[in-house]
DNA sequence: GTCTATAGAAGGATAGAC
DNA sequence: GTCTATCCTTCTATAGAC
């Protein structure tokens, strides 16, 4: 079973809104890429550019979010499982000439000041990803609040690493920013003795 | 002396630009901020609204870029002025209200694969603040190659705490990213014996 | 160098036939 | 639910008087 309309549209608007940002892409031209007829966009979504901008906020941000659990449950070191994730996202933005990077950084940055409800919408995607981080760090014995903090720094590393390999179109940037965070990972570990860690 | 029409244009531009993004600034909307005739940014900008945006993307990033030697000559320890960094970073994001953080991040993702003028101009302003930094840490005995990953690293962080800090309103996220960075730091400083230092 | 007016294209959004 | 036509605004850029 194909697509629906509705579907085609968010997935357009979400390959454009993060190669080109929010203002940079028009709705005709999601109309073309859907491709759907240009009044459907507005039968979906009668709120408009900025109510599909915050479901192409929400939907991409799950998406993203899935690859926490996946990239974490398939190795059992921490550390190693965090520099793997970079190592997955530069091969990503390798693989897509440099485009397939962060999928809501450059919206995020772009509305921060000027948009309220899609400000919100992003930082609901960003907080469930340091939650969904900082549990992995948890299980693994950090405390809850050093977990956190680890969390938040990855994810930071890891979108500013985006930043410098997209605009450098140098991904080993990433994989830089992988092995400081892998090695911060480790060192918080080796902070609390070893009896204390819980076993997964 | 006040300063000449151009450099209004420049600086408006600028504030604009950081603010709102490229794409979601329009030339009428400088004009009027600068304040400035209409027709005399093309009077001094012939290449129109790309020719300005490199302008002030170079500009941009030269001022900030200042705030390395700032900081650092003004702390002898090289993780403490990391900390430090990050610690004015936080509290400019909190005096501006989440607007000042990176002058050029929101530009560069937005033309990373969209305007090649562009991105090469974001390219060079990171490429200098990472040789910046990275001569600094050389200066305190890293190996040149360490170095300039430790830059990479610090200058990523950086950027992507002011992403998550501006979605979320919260510039701790600011300060968390320097405290580990500055671990980071001392870490690398350490792995190698302190004989072999060299002191500035 | 300053400033106004306007061209020509593209933007978001709506109406209404089918 | 699909699709076209169109409204009104805004955009970049240019022309030309002063």
Redesign the pocket.
Known sequence: MSA??KQRIVEAGAALFRRQGYSG?????IAAEAP?????????F?G???ELGAEVIRISGRAYGQLVPMVFDAEPDVAIATRNFFIGAANALRASEFEDACPIATVALEVASTNELLRLATAEVFESWIKALAERFKRNGLPARRARELAVAMIAILEGAFVLSRAMRDARHVEVAGEVMAAAVRAALKERPVGSRKVR
């Open positions: 629906t309309t892409t028009g709705m005709k031209q759907a007829p240009f009044g459907s966009i507005y039968h979906f009668p408009g550019k900025d």
